[in-house]
C-alpha cells in the first residue's frame, strides 16, 4: 500500500523558511516522478514544484528563485525548501507520486494517483 507522509509545515513571518518534507512507502519510488502541489482556502490545488525520477525538476512562475524541490531516493523522501515566503504562499501543500513509471516533467494533477495528507504553511504579514 502506498503512503505518502507530508511535515515540515507550520507557522512563519514572511520573508522566513520552512524546509517540508515527504516520506514515501509502498512502492520504488526512485522509478517516479514526484511533486508539491498546494491548495490555499476557496482555491484550486494547483502545481508548485515537480521532480522526475532522475531529479530534473521545474517551478510553478509564483515560486520560482525561492522554492527548491529535491529528492533522495535511499530514503525514499522528497523535500521542498522554501525560502523567502509570502503570504500567498499560505496553503496546505500536498506531495503526490505520479501514476507511470519514469517519464518527463508533468506538471498536470490529474497524472499524480497517490497523496500526503497536506500539511499547512501559513505565512503571516
Known amino acids: 500500500q502506498v503512503q505518502l507522509v507530508e511535515s515540515g509545515g507550520g507557522l512563519v513571518q514572511a520573508g522566513g523558511s520552512l524546509r517540508l518534507s515527504c516520506a514515501a512507502s509502498g512502492r520504488t519510488f526512485s522509478r517516479y516522478g514526484m511533486g508539491w502541489f498546494r491548495q490555499a482556502p476557496g482555491k484550486e490545488r494547483e502545481f508548485v514544484a515537480v521532480i522526475t525520477w532522475n531529479g530534473v525538476s521545474t517551478y510553478a512562475d509564483s515560486v520560482k528563485g525561492r522554492f527548491t524541490i529535491s529528492r533522495d531516493n535511499a530514503k525514499n523522501t522528497v523535500y521542498l525548501q522554501m525560502n523567502s515566503l509570502k503570504p500567498e504562499d499560505t496553503a496546505v501543500y500536498y506531495c503526490?507520486?505520479?501514476?507511470?513509471?519514469?517519464?518527463?516533467?508533468?506538471?498536470?494533477?490529474?497524472?499524480?494517483?497517490?497523496w500526503g495528507q497536506g500539511t499547512q504553511v501559513t505565512v503571516s504579514s
Open positions: 503526490a507520486v505520479r501514476r507511470l513509471l519514469y517519464g518527463g516533467i508533468v506538471v498536470d494533477i490529474n497524472e499524480y494517483d497517490y
